[in-house]
């Protein structure tokens, strides 16, 4: 556990850089593989979708569905993450917050602790996440987040922190992936598994978050 723990360390150490000697440029693609490149630009063109969108959140970068690490998060004085909530019974909505270490912590541990018997998979407690309670009409279990359908929007962290990624629709989760270079085919346990340990990585690239 000691081991496996390391990685929640807010002292992440940097890759250093190695030089390497100049290399001749690659010879250019077969005609086929050539034609396959101007198709893939062509269908990203088509989709319109720019890599870099306005950042939603201070937590969020420019970057479609990626967030800050935690180092440079905390560095920068950035310790609570806030994300709205509405009430399935009243529809009154209101603001929840979460302490950024202290929840990550919480998550890194669980996942150290179950992650070889996940088997990639998503646990029955991330799928079915447990909602709040409703502050404003007492009801129990009835708040869940609010989830933008601008999906570049999507609060991450936040859901990340409140352990709610499964509130996600399967396309919101496979747009996760699909930004993050994870694999986004499959069943929803699987996806929702990739985009938790995605979230988790980007926060601590050194931890032992990897799939």
Known sequence: MEED?????????????????????????????????????????????????????????????????????????IHKITGDVECKQCQGQFVVEYDLRTKFIEIGLFICSKKNNMHQRAPKQWLNPQLLDCKICQQKQCVKPVILKEKKSINWLFLLLGQMLGCC???????????????????????????????CKQLDPMGPFDP
């Open 5 to 77: 723990n390391k990685g929640l360390d807010l002292s992440l150490s940097l890759s250093s850089e190695l030089s390497s000697p100049p290399q001749q440029p690659p010879p250019p693609p077969p005609p086929f593989a050539a034609a396959q490149q101007i198709v893939r630009r062509r269908s990203k063109a088509s989709e319109g979708k720019d890599p870099h969108v306005p950042a939603a959140f201070v937590w969020a970068t420019t970057h479609r569905a990626k967030v800050h690490s935690l180092e440079y998060l905390i560095s920068n004085d």
């Open 169 to 199: 629709t399967l396309e919101q989760l496979k747009y996760f992936c699909e930004h993050t270079d994870n694999h986004r085919t499959g069943a929803k346990n699987r996806v929702l598994y990739l985009t938790y340990i995605g979230l």
